[in-house]
C-alpha cells in the first residue's frame, strides 16, 4: 500500500469512503460522498484503488512507481477540487493491490469509515467478481453502511426513496433527509401492498414518514403488489431512485449479477442501493464510530 501525505489520520470525525478507479467518472461520487459529510460535518476519505495483474509481484509494482504516483496524484487533485465546493475536508490514499473488491472491506475497516460510496459498472475493477476471500463472507459482513451508486447522470433533485421498513430503508431515509437539507431536493416515499392492505400500507407509510421526518414528502402506496413495477411507475418522473438492499449481501449479488429487482438495470435515473450492517449500535449510526 502507498499513502500520500494527506492519509488517513486518527481524527474521531464523521468518516465517508469513497473507492477511485476512473478520473472520468468519479466526480459525481465525491459530490454524494461530500455531500454527507458535510451534514455531519465529517471528512472525505477518496482512496485510489490500483489493481496490479496476479502474474506481476507487488513488490514489482515498485518498478512502476512513478507512473501510479502521477495517475494517483491526477485522479486525488480531481477529487480534492470536487470536494473544495462543499467546503468539506478531503484526505487522500492510494492503494497498489492484487485484488480490488477485498481492498474496499479492508479499506473501509482501516480507515475506520463510517460509510462507503462506491460506484457501479461495468467499467470499475470491482464489477470483475473475482475475490480471494469468498463474496459471501465478505459481503455479510460489512464494516459499515454501504451506498452503491449506478450513476446516471447523477442528479439528487427529485427523490424517490421505496421503503418497506427495516435498517436498510433506515439508512436510505438518511441519505434523502441529507440531501434534502443540503440541496433542497424534493422526496416522494413510495411503500408497495397487496390491495387488500391498502389500509394498512397507507397507516404504515404516514406513521414511518412522520418518525422519518418527512413532513413534506410525497406519500404513494401502491396496491398492485408489484414492487418493480412501483417503482419503474414512479421513477419516471425523478432523478434519483434510493432503493434498500432487501436481504443481505448486496455487493456480492452486484458482482454476481443477482440483484434481486432486475428494474435497478432498467430505469434511466441515477440508483443508489443502500445496506446497512445490522450489528452497529444505535450510538454507531448517529455519532460515528469509536476512535478508543
Given at each position: 500500500m502507498i499513502e500520500d501525505a494527506d492519509g488517513p489520520a486518527d481524527s474521531g470525525e464523521y468518516r465517508v469512503l469513497?473507492?477511485?478507479?476512473?478520473?472520468?467518472?468519479?466526480?459525481?461520487?465525491?459530490?454524494?460522498?461530500?455531500?454527507?459529510?458535510?451534514?455531519?460535518?465529517?471528512?472525505?476519505?477518496?482512496?485510489?484503488?490500483?489493481?496490479?495483474?496476479?502474474?506481476?509481484?507487488l513488490e514489482r509494482a515498485g518498478e512502476h512507481l512513478d507512473r501510479i504516483d502521477e495517475e494517483s496524484a491526477n485522479?486525488?487533485?480531481?477529487?480534492?477540487?470536487?470536494?473544495?465546493?462543499?467546503?468539506?475536508?478531503?484526505?487522500?490514499?492510494?492503494?497498489?493491490?492484487?485484488?480490488?473488491?477485498?481492498?474496499?472491506?479492508?479499506?473501509?475497516?482501516?480507515?475506520?469509515?463510517?460509510?462507503?460510496?462506491?460506484?457501479?459498472g461495468e467499467n470499475r475493477p470491482w464489477a470483475a467478481g473475482r475475490a480471494e476471500q469468498p463474496l459471501d463472507e465478505l459481503a455479510h459482513d460489512l464494516p459499515c453502511d454501504f451506498l452503491v451508486l449506478k450513476d446516471r447522470g447523477y442528479d439528487p433533485g427529485r427523490i424517490l426513496l421505496s421503503t418497506a421498513g427495516g435498517p436498510?430503508?433506515?439508512?436510505?431515509?438518511?441519505?434523502?433527509?441529507?440531501?434534502?437539507?443540503?440541496?433542497?431536493?424534493?422526496?416522494?416515499?413510495?411503500?408497495?401492498?397487496?390491495?387488500?392492505?391498502?389500509?394498512?400500507?397507507?397507516?404504515?407509510?404516514?406513521?414511518?414518514?412522520?418518525?422519518?421526518?418527512?413532513?413534506?414528502?410525497?406519500?404513494?402506496?401502491?396496491?398492485l403488489g408489484d414492487v418493480e413495477g412501483a417503482i419503474a411507475r414512479e421513477a419516471a418522473d425523478e432523478t434519483l431512485v434510493i432503493i434498500g438492499a432487501t436481504e443481505r449481501g448486496l455487493l456480492s449479488r452486484l458482482v454476481r449479477g443477482s440483484l434481486v429487482f432486475d428494474v435497478v438495470d432498467d430505469l434511466d435515473s441515477s440508483v443508489l442501493l443502500a445496506e446497512r450492517p445490522t450489528k452497529r449500535s444505535l450510538r454507531e449510526r448517529l455519532f460515528g464510530r469509536s476512535k478508543e
Amino acid at each position: 500500500m502507498i499513502e500520500d501525505a494527506d492519509g488517513p489520520a486518527d481524527s474521531g470525525e464523521y468518516r465517508v469512503l469513497v473507492p477511485l478507479s476512473n478520473p472520468h467518472t468519479e466526480q459525481h461520487l465525491i459530490e454524494l460522498a461530500s455531500t454527507l459529510a458535510a451534514e455531519r460535518d465529517g471528512v472525505v476519505d477518496a482512496v485510489h484503488i490500483v489493481q496490479v495483474p496476479d502474474q506481476t509481484p507487488l513488490e514489482r509494482a515498485g518498478e512502476h512507481l512513478d507512473r501510479i504516483d502521477e495517475e494517483s496524484a491526477n485522479l486525488l487533485e480531481q477529487a480534492r477540487e470536487h470536494a473544495t465546493a462543499y467546503d468539506v475536508p478531503i484526505e487522500t490514499t492510494t492503494i497498489v493491490s492484487h485484488r480490488s473488491f477485498e481492498e474496499v472491506f479492508d479499506a473501509a475497516r482501516e480507515h475506520d469509515a463510517d460509510q462507503v460510496v462506491i460506484g457501479w459498472g461495468e467499467n470499475r475493477p470491482w464489477a470483475a467478481g473475482r475475490a480471494e476471500q469468498p463474496l459471501d463472507e465478505l459481503a455479510h459482513d460489512l464494516p459499515c453502511d454501504f451506498l452503491v451508486l449506478k450513476d446516471r447522470g447523477y442528479d439528487p433533485g427529485r427523490i424517490l426513496l421505496s421503503t418497506a421498513g427495516g435498517p436498510d430503508s433506515e439508512l436510505g431515509a438518511e441519505v434523502a433527509k441529507t440531501l434534502h437539507s443540503q440541496t433542497g431536493a424534493s422526496v416522494q416515499l413510495l411503500h408497495v401492498v397487496d390491495e387488500d392492505e391498502r389500509e394498512a400500507g397507507e397507516q404504515f407509510l404516514a406513521d414511518w414518514a412522520a418518525e422519518h421526518g418527512f413532513g413534506d414528502a410525497v406519500l404513494t402506496v401502491d396496491t398492485l403488489g408489484d414492487v418493480e413495477g412501483a417503482i419503474a411507475r414512479e421513477a419516471a418522473d425523478e432523478t434519483l431512485v434510493i432503493i434498500g438492499a432487501t436481504e443481505r449481501g448486496l455487493l456480492s449479488r452486484l458482482v454476481r449479477g443477482s440483484l434481486v429487482f432486475d428494474v435497478v438495470d432498467d430505469l434511466d435515473s441515477s440508483v443508489l442501493l443502500a445496506e446497512r450492517p445490522t450489528k452497529r449500535s444505535l450510538r454507531e449510526r448517529l455519532f460515528g464510530r469509536s476512535k478508543e
